[in-house]
């Protein structure tokens, strides 16, 4: 019988999970990889990734606490005779949508360093302060000093809606950060670390000595968990649930090494017993479902969007692509990769079911305006699948666009475009976790959507009227043979024609027939 341990749930600080005999996955093989391998680095990943546990590690290795690290990969690799002066930021907490704010938290956090190094500084100003610390540090102990930046971008991005003041931040921090390139002379190792990846141009101009492992196969697991850490460090934890239930619903982010699982998800999972989007619910992504709103993007786009290497890393106020914004929140991940001349390709797709049925869900909330209706709809649109009841779900679906309010209509244009009543139709069934897949290829074209459900295969064509004349939607179906790509399956098959009316603004045909 494996020895349960104690879950660090919500707990950031590598000293209380070593001392009290919590869970821990060695990361101290990379951690060291990273400080022989160079001296400035960036890393990118979404929020409760264990980051700030990854940045409270790398500061208690420099420290030289020896004790934390007793069986781990770097205890014998490393002299901890030696010991580093340790400068750690955080912006994790503060209201930095209140203009100038940033520079009274910066302040504050400096007070805090300074009274840890006995030292008081004549300036009265952030990088002047910055400046005179480090070389006081270093002067007080006779070492290069190590700065640990985290959470580096949250002031930005808090602000994001506060256009003036998010840029006022910006400015701000890349006066601050440009103490890394200057003070380069004394300083031993610099990490930072956040959400997103703000073009050096914007943040970090100068500092064109900070290497981005954001993308960098070698580091893909630095947060996060692998299978082989669920199968070994959590062995104790897995009776009683499905693994590959936990692999469906939890795993699949990547950066291009070996996927992950969400660490937070995973010990949440480990605490209830239960499958919920535990990680979802920390946080609705209310900026980002609006920009998707504003932009027009169908929801039927998310799980395949192509993307080059220079769209992901476009970011800045003001200027954050669809893509950008997805992948470093953690909402998409990659899932294939291409390099073409000399420019690298990304599919971006959902990484997993908790993600891809809780975005789904909010952002049928937004593009339908009505919580409640949703929710038995949602229930019924099950029910009537289970019943494989077709002639129930076409007065459903009658009734789904017939509940969305008018003011939604005469508030804005989006029944104008062209996506927005088939992603209104598909996010109904990913809110539910179902199995579809879109724009699925044949031999002949592109079904737009297969759903598989209890043993039965459902082909859906999309027509707007006004684009198409009536009738032509199921006709497609049978023409383009799209059945015959699932006979061999053996389950039965049913086609159904869908078609919208931007005037009407409702279904005006649903036909279907079993092939």
């Given amino acids: 019988m494996i020895k349960r341990k104690q879950l660090p749930i919500g707990i950031q600080t590598f000293s209380e999970i070593r001392e009290k005999d919590h869970y821990y996955v060695d990361k101290t093989a990379l951690i060291l990889n990273l400080i022989e391998g160079g001296k400035h680095y960036f890393l990118s990943r979404p929020r409760r990734f264990g980051k700030s546990l990854l940045l409270d590690t790398i500061k208690e290795v420099f420290e030289g606490n020896e004790r934390l690290f007793q069986g781990l990969a770097i205890h014998d690799q490393w002299d901890w005779a030696v010991k580093y002066p340790v400068l750690r930021f955080s912006f994790g907490s503060g209201n930095f949508r209140q203009a100038d704010y940033l520079p009274q938290n910066l302040m504050a956090q400096l007070d805090r360093l300074e009274d840890q190094f006995q030292f008081r500084s004549d300036y009265t100003t952030c990088p002047e302060r910055f400046q005179s610390l480090l070389l006081h540090a270093q002067q007080q102990t006779g070492k290069p000093v190590v700065v640990l930046i985290d959470e580096y971008d949250k002031p930005i991005l808090d602000a994001l809606e506060y256009p003036e003041v998010a840029k006022a931040n910006r400015d701000f921090l890349r006066g601050f950060y440009g103490t890394i390139k200057d003070f380069d002379a004394h300083i031993r190792f610099s990490f930072l670390t956040g959400v997103s990846k703000f073009s ?268 198409v004349p009536n009738g032509k939607a199921l006709q497609q179906i049978k023409d383009k043979a799209y059945a015959d790509k699932y006979r061999a399956l053996q389950q039965p098959i049913y086609l159904i024609g869908v078609e919208f009316s931007k005037v009407g603004r409702n279904i005006v045909g649903f036909d279907w027939e079993q092939a």
């Fill in 200 to 467: 050096k141009v914007s943040l970090f101009s100068g500092l064109n000595n900070l290497k981005d492992i954001t993308l960098d196969k070698r580091y893909g697991t630095i947060c996060g968990y692998t299978d082989a850490d669920i199968d070994t460090v959590f062995a104790a934890e897995l009776p009683g649930l499905d693994r590959q239930e936990i692999r469906e619903w939890y795993n699949g982010y990547n950066w291009l090494g070996e996927g992950v699982y969400n660490p937070f998800d995973i010990l949440q999972l480990f605490d209830e017993r239960l499958f919920k989007s535990y990680w979802f619910e920390t946080g609705t992504p209310t900026f980002l479902v609006e920009q998707l709103l504003k932009r027009q993007v169908p929801t039927l786009k998310l799980d395949s969007l192509l993307s080059s290497s220079e769209m992901l890393s476009s970011f800045d106020v003001g200027d954050i692509t669809n893509e950008a914004l997805l992948f470093q929140t953690g909402y998409l991940t990659i899932k294939t990769y291409r390099r073409v001349g000399g420019q690298d390709y990304y599919t971006l797709g959902y990484p997993n079911q908790e993600v891809y049925q809780s975005l789904n869900a909010v952002l049928l909330s937004s593009l339908t305006q009505n919580r409640g209706a949703q929710a038995t709809q949602s229930i019924r649109l099950y029910d009537l699948l289970l019943a494989n009841d077709l002639a129930g779900l076409q007065s459903l679906f009658l009734s789904f666009f017939a509940s969305i309010p008018h003011q939604w209509y005469n508030n804005n244009d989006i029944q104008n475009y062209e996506g927005y009543y088939a992603s209104v139709f598909y996010s109904y069934f990913a809110a539910l976790g179902l199995n579809v897949t879109l724009e699925d290829t044949s031999n002949l074209g592109r079904i737009d959507m297969t759903l598989k459900f209890q043993q039965r295969v459902y082909i859906f064509e999309f027509k707007v009227v006004e684009l």
